[in-house]
């Protein structure tokens, strides 16, 4: 593996024969950047060559072979428990109440409905009357597809979120493949997410924070595709030499046009979808914008542009900003049709008949503009003391999960074995051992990026800061550690980079390759098995009440 700046072993034995050994020294350190003799691989760095034992369909068979995995775990028993779970009681009433109405009506009391909407869900008695709500209609859209399959149920409500977690995987396979340029590192990256505890248990809850990580998981993998298309485009236009490789070209790299960009079009719906679920989905569009104009700016460098910042100013920003922002603005709004075509959704006639200076603007979209803004002083303001609540402080570390059901069956009831009460629990806590590594990968990146300029680095760590770092500045409202399922996916490639780094570069020697083998082996199978301990708690499956006390390895989880 090898970053746009850095090199592996064999490139550095093939350029740099003659290096001293200070050279070397500072190399290690990040400090020296040996240039591959070929600018166009500089720009495209070519994918793994498919070979005997693999075969060109491993590119793909491997990623679906552990997304079938993560789907069987994720729809076994999805029904259950029988129960509305956590905010389930928002979620799934007001995806059901958009699926009638086209926007979210006023349910009965939630201690009163929620029994009956379990044993009676024809009968609950849905009124046309409009009810404030806190988060936009995407994510609830979403979960309706699956009530209007299925039914009003826990199946039906829970379904979409299994769906979009097991289709999450199969693209973090395929984007760590990009990534790493190895099928081996992607698969892994995807594997880790799969038994992932936060991640699986979000996948079967009717929540909204997994479908943010869903759209915004697929934004980036366009942006990973825009930038191999567009970084091709410039190694396309570089003048061969006589060997028929190719160095830097200033007119290539100044004033090449990029033409149409449609995996960044791709992308600016996406973050529009996610920034329409929860307003968190903006952190994305903010950083993404950032990130993707970064990479046009490197990419200029590498193809010989002397000033890459104004050749990206002069060729690529306008575009970059107009297939992002205005994009996901549009994707935004189109998510608010069915408030737009109903006469009784919330505030949807605030600004009929009122002037002032924005009457120019039509009034369904002033209407939603005040209703966004009590959206807004909403949920800047929520304060409702919950004993789940967590500090982002503590979300890296595990210091808080939140309990989303728990029960205490009797003998003989919900599987619950023996002569003693048992304990149920659905726990929204990640794998313990992937993310006290994930720390550790974090800190690694953190090296790989500022020191050696690894541009893969850099890209993870900007996802994980758009879905992270936003939640700094709301420490005084009601959070709680679920949020972090929308950096998940990044946490699971910082560990696949770090365990490709203990694999160590193919021209070590056998004895470095066999310990960073099993070093390697041993993590992922700790890893694993620490998924399979907790799994009880992240699937509710009734055990005893002292094997539950068992796992909890810190007094903060209970």
Same mark, same amino acid.
């Given at each position: 593996?090898?970053?746009?700046?850095?090199?592996?072993?064999?490139?550095?034995?093939?350029?740099?024969?003659?290096?001293?050994?200070?050279?070397?020294?500072?190399?290690?350190?990040?400090?020296?950047?040996?240039? $591959?003799?070929?600018?166009?691989? $500089?720009?495209?760095?070519?994918?793994?060559?498919?070979?005997?034992?693999?075969?060109?369909?491993? &590119? /793909?068979?491997?990623?679906?072979?552990?997304?079938?995995?993560?789907?069987?775990?994720?729809?076994?028993?999805?029904?259950?428990?029988?129960?509305?779970?956590?905010?389930?009681?928002?979620?799934?009433?007001?995806?059901?109440?958009?699926?009638?109405?086209?926007?979210?009506?006023?349910?009965?009391?939630?201690?009163?409905?929620?029994?009956?909407?379990?044993?009676?869900?024809?009968? #609950?008695?849905?009124?046309?009357?409009? +009810?404030?709500?806190?988060?936009?209609?995407?994510?609830?859209?979403?979960?309706?597809?699956?009530? &209007?399959?299925?039914?009003?149920?826990?199946? &039906?409500?829970?379904?979409?979120? %299994?769906?979009?977690?097991?289709?999450?995987?199969?693209?973090?396979?395929?984007?760590?493949?990009?990534?790493?340029?190895?099928?081996?590192?992607?698969?892994?990256?995807?594997?880790?997410?799969?038994?992932?505890?936060?991640?699986?248990?979000?996948?079967?809850?009717?929540?909204?924070? #997994?479908?943010?990580?869903?759209?915004?998981?697929?934004?980036?993998?366009?942006?990973?595709?825009?930038?191999?298309?567009?970084?091709?485009?410039?190694? %396309?236009?570089?003048?061969?030499?006589?060997?028929? +490789?190719?160095?830097?070209?200033?007119?290539?790299?100044?004033?090449?046009?990029?033409?149409?960009?449609?995996?960044?079009?791709?992308?600016?719906?996406?973050?529009?979808?996610?920034?329409?679920?929860?307003?968190?989905?903006?952190?994305?569009?903010?950083?993404?914008?950032?990130?993707?104009?970064?990479?046009?700016?490197?990419?200029?460098?590498?193809?010989?542009? =002397?000033?890459?910042?104004?050749?990206?100013?002069?060729? =690529?920003?306008?575009?970059?900003?107009? +297939?992002?922002?205005?994009?996901?603005?549009?994707?935004?709004?189109?998510?608010?049709?069915?408030?737009?075509?109903?006469?009784?959704?919330?505030?949807?006639?605030?600004?009929?008949?009122?002037?002032?200076?924005?009457?120019?603007?039509?009034?369904?979209?002033?209407?939603?503009?005040?209703?966004?803004?009590?959206?807004?002083?909403?949920?800047?303001?929520?304060? +409702?003391?919950?004993?789940?609540?967590?500090?982002?402080?503590?979300?890296?570390?595990?210091?808080?999960?939140?309990?989303?059901?728990?029960?205490?069956?009797?003998?003989?009831?919900?599987?619950?074995?023996?002569?003693?009460?048992?304990?149920?629990?659905?726990?929204?806590?990640?794998?313990?051992?992937?993310?006290?590594?994930?720390?550790?990968?974090?800190?690694?990146?953190?090296?790989?990026?500022?020191?050696?300029?690894?541009?893969?680095?850099?890209?993870?760590?900007?996802?994980?800061?758009?879905?992270?770092?936003?939640?700094? &500045?709301?420490?005084?409202?009601? #959070?709680?550690?679920?949020?972090?399922?929308?950096?998940?996916?990044?946490?699971?490639?910082?560990?696949?980079?770090?365990?490709?780094?203990?694999?160590?570069?193919?021209?070590?020697?056998?004895?470095?390759?066999?310990?960073?083998?099993?070093?390697?082996?041993?993590?992922?199978?700790?890893?694993? /098995?620490?998924?399979?301990?907790?799994?009880?708690?992240? %699937?509710?499956?009734?055990?005893?009440? %002292? =094997? /539950?006390?068992?796992?909890?390895?810190?007094?903060?989880?209970?």
């Amino acid at each position: 593996m090898t970053s746009d700046t850095g090199v592996d072993e064999d490139v550095r034995a093939a350029v740099v024969p003659e290096a001293t050994a200070w050279a070397e020294r500072l190399r290690r350190f990040g400090y020296l950047a040996l240039p $591959r003799p070929d600018t166009r691989e $500089r720009l495209v760095p070519p994918f793994p060559r498919p070979t005997r034992r693999t075969g060109a369909a491993m &590119g /793909w068979l491997g990623p679906v072979l552990v997304a079938v995995f993560a789907g069987v775990l994720r729809f076994w028993r999805l029904g259950q428990p029988r129960a509305v779970v956590f905010d389930e009681t928002f979620y799934a009433k007001d995806s059901w109440s958009m699926l009638r109405l086209g926007y979210e009506g006023t349910w009965p009391d939630r201690k009163i409905a929620d029994p009956q909407l379990l044993a009676h869900p024809q009968v #609950i008695p849905l009124s046309d009357t409009a +009810s404030f709500v806190a988060h936009p209609p995407m994510g609830k859209w979403v979960i309706a597809l699956g009530e &209007g399959l299925f039914g009003l149920g826990p199946f &039906g409500w829970r379904f979409m979120t %299994a769906v979009l977690g097991t289709l999450s995987v199969l693209m973090l396979c395929r984007i760590g493949r990009r990534l790493f340029r190895s099928t081996a590192l992607g698969c892994l990256a995807g594997a880790l997410m799969a038994v992932d505890g936060l991640h699986f248990v979000m996948s079967r809850t009717a929540l909204l924070d #997994i479908v943010v990580m869903f759209f915004a998981l697929a934004a980036f993998g366009c942006l990973l595709i825009d930038r191999d298309r567009s970084r091709a485009r410039l190694a %396309a236009a570089l003048p061969p030499r006589e060997d028929g +490789s190719a160095g830097p070209d200033h007119d290539a790299g100044t004033h090449t046009r990029l033409g149409l960009r449609p995996w960044r079009l791709a992308a600016g719906v996406f973050l529009g979808l996610a920034a329409a679920s929860k307003w968190n989905g903006l952190y994305f569009l903010v950083f993404f914008t950032a990130l993707t104009v970064l990479w046009d700016v490197g990419s200029r460098r590498v193809a010989g542009a =002397d000033r890459p910042y104004r050749s990206v100013l002069r060729r =690529d920003l306008g575009w970059s900003v107009l +297939s992002l922002i205005p994009v996901a603005l549009v994707t935004y709004l189109a998510t608010w049709t069915g408030w737009f075509l109903s006469d009784k959704g919330y505030d949807r006639h605030w600004a009929d008949g009122r002037g002032g200076p924005w009457a120019w603007v039509p009034a369904p979209l002033r209407s939603l503009w005040h209703y966004e803004y009590l959206v807004y002083q909403f949920n800047v303001n929520l304060h +409702s003391p919950h004993k789940y609540q967590s500090n982002p402080w503590s979300w890296l570390v595990l210091g808080r999960p939140v309990s989303f059901y728990y029960e205490t069956p009797q003998p003989g009831q919900q599987g619950c074995h023996g002569t003693a009460p048992c304990s149920q629990e659905i726990l929204a806590l990640g794998t313990p051992l992937l993310w006290w590594t994930g720390c550790a990968a974090l800190v690694y990146l953190l090296f790989r990026w500022a020191l050696r300029r690894d541009w893969r680095a850099g890209a993870v760590l900007c996802a994980v800061a758009a879905g992270y770092l936003p939640w700094f &500045g709301f420490q005084d409202r009601t #959070i709680f550690s679920f949020y972090a399922v929308s950096f998940v996916p990044y946490l699971c490639l910082a560990v696949a980079m770090l365990v490709g780094a203990l694999l160590g570069p193919p021209r070590a020697s056998e004895g470095r390759r066999v310990v960073g083998a099993v070093a390697s082996g041993a993590l992922v199978l700790l890893i694993a /098995w620490s998924f399979i301990y907790f799994f009880p708690l992240y %699937a509710g499956r009734a055990i005893p009440y %002292a =094997d /539950w006390h068992a796992r909890m390895w810190l007094d903060t989880w209970i």
